[in-house]
């Protein structure tokens, strides 16, 4: 055998250790014809950072970082007086935050706070209610002034439009509140599967996901987080995308598997890195890796990026790795049957060892699954901390899941499911190609729901979120250290509750505001418009 190849047991043998059993995986040469295509096909577009916006941008973090030392300096000797929040009451204990660890939070955060984690008071539909408040301490904490303003909502993941509190979705969930009450109050392992509802919701998952098994679990993050640790550890080999999300890098870390991270939908990265953990194996030793798991998302939530999956399965199959999809934003929100990424690319679903998703999206509800073989499943399902410990999911959050699902499907015996699949990738289409033609940068695939529009500046993170605010349109804004330091942007989601008149009122406001603070850095705009 040569010195680091892939070591895996023999066909159908089961392995209760890992929950994996090895298998065969040909390519054949229909599918690399198909492969062929994708790749001529497939378009994404990621303008270069304007030369002289990035300039910009790196003397503003320059001298941001410059008067911020200079006014520590000053605070330090009582020259001014600092009007950053500082922890009470510890007289005699060591602190338990670090002050120069915060200077970012105190010098950038605090003074443009009000632009997230504003409360509202409504659904997350195509409109929102945000409550109105003020601050006393420099934006540290708020306090209410108990008035609200209705915006348009650009800035939720309800991309199929079922958070509401009305219709057949939110009858189902309150009729399951009345038979079975608002908890199950144990873990899975003990009395907390309800049969009608938990055994149910996980066939229909598997039945739409298009795998033998699912198991489904309370909380999205901790769906990946406690799972990962279960499939792989210590001998075995992670290989994960750079801008995989935090649940996906907290979980390969807690598994204790040796960790490799490839460059952002880059194949030749990939393979790169299969191709030398193969050859070299494992550090030191040189033995064979027990297992390759390849880490990806279907759609990445801060790049409104799209995985380019038929190229990453032929990876997987040319040096005989695993692969965990983790499908959080796609699922229900891509593919013309909403199945997600496979059902996008029209790949077998047989050909993704592990499918993940979360429920707190396109479902209009909470939780998380994982899809994969009947023994994945039983190996998950037996080892798992969440199904061991963690209470499970409420009733009338797995009746939402159900009729939302069964309306996708069309298994309600209406077509609104369809309805609502075509309406967000004509939005999403709609809103990203108007906004490319105003002169802006926009990042992404074209069946992307997740829309960024390039920033930049870190004065112009808090700026845009407050002039849209002005005027009724509320959307994300994101900065370091969730982006790269000069990639800073604002976020919008786009549902299939939007109308078009919406949408068009949204591009008014987007294109006034790009004006005054000058955001129409495209150099592709007259290309769009010829």
């Known amino acids: 055998m040569v010195a680091g190849a892939y070591k895996t047991s023999p066909v159908g043998q089961k392995s209760y250790k890992n929950g ?66 500082k922890e009470h009451g510890n007289k005699g204990f060591v602190p338990l935050y670090a ?86 109050c144990s873990p899975r392992h003990e009395y907390g599967t309800l049969e009608n509802l938990h055994d149910e919701l996980e066939h ?19 769906t990946n987080s406690t799972n990962i640790p279960t499939l792989v550890g210590k001998g075995d080999l992670i290989v994960s995308d750079e801008l995989n999300h935090a649940s996906l890098v907290l979980g390969a870390r807690l598994s204790g598997a040796k960790i490799k ?7 030749k990265s990939l393979e790169n890195i299969l191709r ?31 995985v380019r999956l038929p190229e990453v399965i032929a990876l997987k199959k ?46 209009g509800a909470a939780g998380g699954y994982i899809a994969a073989t009947k023994e994945i499943i039983d190996h998950i399902r037996g080892c798992s901390h969440s199904a061991a410990y963690a209470s499970s999911m409420s009733p009338p959050v797995a009746m939402q899941i159900i009729s939302s699902m069964k309306m996708i499907m069309g298994e309600d015996g209406t077509d609104k499911g369809k309805k609502r699949l075509t309406a967000l990738a004509e939005n999403s289409k709609y809103f990203r190609q108007r906004l490319k033609k105003m002169g802006f940068i926009v990042y992404g695939h074209d069946a992307s729901p997740v829309i960024p529009l390039l920033l930049y500046m870190p004065a112009k993170i808090a700026a845009f979120g407050r002039e849209m605010l002005k005027r009724n349109v509320a959307v994300v804004v994101v900065g370091f250290p969730a982006t790269p330091l000069i990639e800073s942007r604002t976020r919008f989601c786009m549902s299939a509750s939007h109308t078009r008149e919406q949408l068009d009122k949204a591009l008014e406001a987007i294109d006034e505001v790009g004006d005054i603070l000058q955001l129409k850095y495209s150099k592709q705009t007259k290309n769009l418009k010829a």
């Open 99 to 184: 002050d120069f660890e915060s200077f970012y939070t105190r010098n950038l955060y605090t003074r443009i706070r009000d632009c997230w984690n504003r409360p509202i008071c409504s659904v997350p539909g195509d409109t929102i209610k945000i409550l109105d408040r003020a601050s006393d301490d420099y934006g540290w904490s708020f306090r209410q002034t108990g008035q609200s303003t209705k915006a348009l909502n650009l800035g939720s993941y309800n991309y199929l439009g079922f958070a509401e509190n009305v219709g057949s979705c939110a009858e189902a969930a309150e009729e399951a509140v009345k038979q079975y009450g608002v908890g199950g």
């Open 204 to 222: 229909l998952v598997a039945r739409f996901i298009g795998k033998p098994a699912a198991m489904t679990f309370g909380m999205g993050f901790a």
């Open 318 to 363: 040319k040096y005989k790795a695993y692969l965990f999809l983790d499908e959080a934003h796609s699922i229900g929100a891509m593919g013309p049957r909403g199945r997600g990424v496979t059902d996008y690319f029209g790949v077998d679903p047989n050909d993704v060892d592990i499918m993940m998703g979360t429920f707190t999206k396109s479902f």
């Open 276 to 306: 030398e953990s193969v050859v070299q194996g494992q550090p030191r030793t040189h033995r064979p890796w027990r297992k390759i798991l390849i880490i990806v998302e279907g759609v990445y939530s801060m790049e409104g990026s799209i």
């Open 20 to 85: 994996f059993s090895a298998k065969k995986n040909g390519f054949a040469a229909h599918e690399k014809e198909k492969l062929k295509e994708f790749k001529d096909s497939f378009v994404e577009e990621f303008e270069d950072t304007p030369f002289q916006v990035a300039v910009l941008t790196y003397l503003s973090y320059f001298f941001l970082i410059l008067f911020g030392y200079l006014r520590d300096f000053l605070r330090k000797y009582g020259l001014e007086k600092s009007k950053a929040p």
């Open 261 to 267: 991270v490839f460059k952002h939908n880059d194949m």
